[in-house]
């Protein structure tokens, strides 16, 4: 098998406000919120402002960035792929696109059958997951 179905991915206005996020602040990730402060919005964090807990799931990058949430986050949303997209509105309280009238929001569709055996690796901690 040659191309793996990617477990998240994001939409083109998404892309655009992470290469800008990129530029303005160096190395970045996400992480999926558990439902505390900011619902259940995926977090955008500098890389060296979020520590990645040993077990949080890597499902993959968006255009370099690298996407993960804990593991029971992740026991919920496994059978999904999430596609992050931007909307208007306040950006989660301590995600980097606070403050730029748009937030990130996570949309998602459920993989068929036949994809589910095409699904891209997944990774744990940061270490193993962020050159």
Known sequence: MSEFIPRVTGTPAAINLLRTLRRE????????????????????????????????????????????????????????????????????????ENGTETRFLTRSRLFDDAELDQLAPLSFGADRAIA
């Open 25 to 96: 602040h160096g190395d970045i990730l996400f992480h999926q919120s558990g439902g505390c402060c900011d619902g259940s919005s995926p977090m955008c964090f500098r890389k060296d402002d979020y520590i990645v807990g040993d077990e949080d799931v890597r499902l993959g990058e968006i255009d370099g960035v690298p996407f993960f949430m804990s593991p029971s986050q992740f026991d919920y949303w496994k059978h999904t792929q999430l596609i992050i997209d931007l909307v208007p509105g306040r950006g989660g309280m301590f995600s980097l």
